[in-house]
């Protein structure tokens, strides 16, 4: 399923999510508007370094971010091998892989494809906002 957010579309793949789509779209609206923190939605996750970090993932708070080195030590993994999982992240938001950073630099976010970084940046100034002020939205990045 694709999803609009900040003008970008993305891709969602709904059959890794055990829950109809309108809850799934429902979910990322509430997002959006800055009424949701985390998904409540049961996402399959795969014995593999992908579904290890995607586990990593999930773990961190609305909000917050945590490195590529730092997912890497959870996972007894490298950074590079980090970075390749979460670009096979099949549920980008619901599985917060826009939360892992560089240690010195944003990352890269490869679920929008070309305006993916763009859109990474939109999540996390969208997160950080509504958690300090419970009132911006997505749709005010736009």
């Known amino acids: ?22 809850a799934i779209r429902r979910q990322v609206a ?36 945590r490195t590529y080195g730092q997912i890497a030590e959870a996972v007894a993994s490298s950074p590079v091998a980090v970075g390749q999982a979460c670009g096979r992240n099949p549920v980008p938001i619901v599985v917060p892989c826009h939360r892992v950073v560089g240690a010195d630099s944003i990352g890269g976010f490869s679920a929008a494809g070309d305006r993916g970084v763009e859109l990474k940046r939109a999540l996390l100034e969208h997160e950080r906002a509504v958690r300090g002020t419970g009132q911006a939205r997505l749709d005010d990045f736009e």
């Open 30 to 65: 509430e997002y959006k508007r800055g009424e949701r923190r985390e998904f409540d939605l049961e996402v399959t996750i795969p014995e593999t370094l992908t579904g290890a970090v995607m586990a990593a993932m999930v773990e961190i708070p609305f909000g917050e971010t």
């Open 1 to 22: 399923m694709d999803v609009t957010i900040s003008g970008i579309e993305l891709s969602i793949d709904e059959t890794s999510i055990a829950a109809p789509a309108s």
